[in-house]
């Protein structure tokens, strides 16, 4: 068991915590497999807080991969996402289970 | 079809290649097979659990239930894989002197089995719930659900397939440099792993540190597409990884490599020991 809280140990000192801070919120639907907004906007340089609301009644895998998020948004429910502050940009995202119709993009300005 | 093939493939291919070493490291060792078989079976019962509750893991610790569930999965495999290869530093040697069949030098004793099929366990698990969501979705909605299924089904064949061709092409090491490539592998493994967790907790907001994106390669090699996605379980591959998720990966080799070293150090017998 020696070995056991050896590899423990040197995890913990792997990992570093920092608190979170709050952050103005947005939301996205999911609708037929769409996303309303389909075109987001947000402030550059901004921490916020995303809010993605499936109405659908079949889960959806919400994903982007510049805001580093991936996430299943299960059926008739939502989810909560903590965006990093950007610089100005076009930023996609996309519902992974349905990626033909569910595609979308964050603006930051 | 095809999307639903590559959908579950990308999923099934991590649990998939863990599950080829796992067997590779273990051959030899008495009942490897049914501890291994046991941490399929626990995933896949874990992984339907845990999709049935999908809603209410969504929901808890203010919405980020999946976050931080998913990076405890990731972490314990992460302690677990560490453990192995400290305990190998430490018992290795004798397993090699005992064990007089070369082809069982590697064999890494049953104390550690039960770390390494809940390292299966876990992969099953993680990546398990993910299909199981999909392919229930699929169901539920009722479109063109038959085809669909086949291609879930092709794609979790091929996920077998995965284990079946990294056993093999494992054992083909010859015995004596097997270990230090299992040990490597499990290494690089293990720190992936951990920066995989990384980005859950900072998903999460847990960890606010280093979010920049340190390098973007998504041009050259994708980790969605399938060779991206096995380089990303097999040594950590990320196409836009944030600095803490490199320095924790980083970290993470570091303080394997150093604890194994340290605990072989302290298990030499002493020099010119007489042979029991």
Redesign the interface.
Known sequence: MR??K???A??A?????????AAESYTLTIKDHKFEPAELKIPADKAATLVVNNLD?????FES??F????????N?E????L?PMKPGRYKFFG??H??SARGEVVVE | MLGALIIVFREAIEAGLIIGIVAAVTRGVAGSRGFIAGGVAAGVLGALIVAAFAEQLSKSFAGSGQEFFNAGVLLVAVVMLAWHNIWMAKHGRELAQELSAVGKAVASGDRTLLALATVVGLAVLREGSEVALFLYGVLASGESGASVLIGGAAGLALGALTSVATFYGLVSIPPKKLFAVTTALITLLAAGLAAQAVAFLQQAGAITALTDTLWDTSWLLSDKSIPGRVLHTLIGYADQPSQMQVVVYGLTIIAIIAATKLTAMNAQPPARAPAE
């Open positions: 070995e056991l050896i590899a423990a040197a995890l000192l792997g990992m570093g915590f920092a608190g979170a801070a009644a079949t889960p959806e895998e991969k510049p580093r998020i991936e996430k299943v948004v299960p059926a429910s989810a909560t996402f903590q990093r992974e289970f990626e033909d």
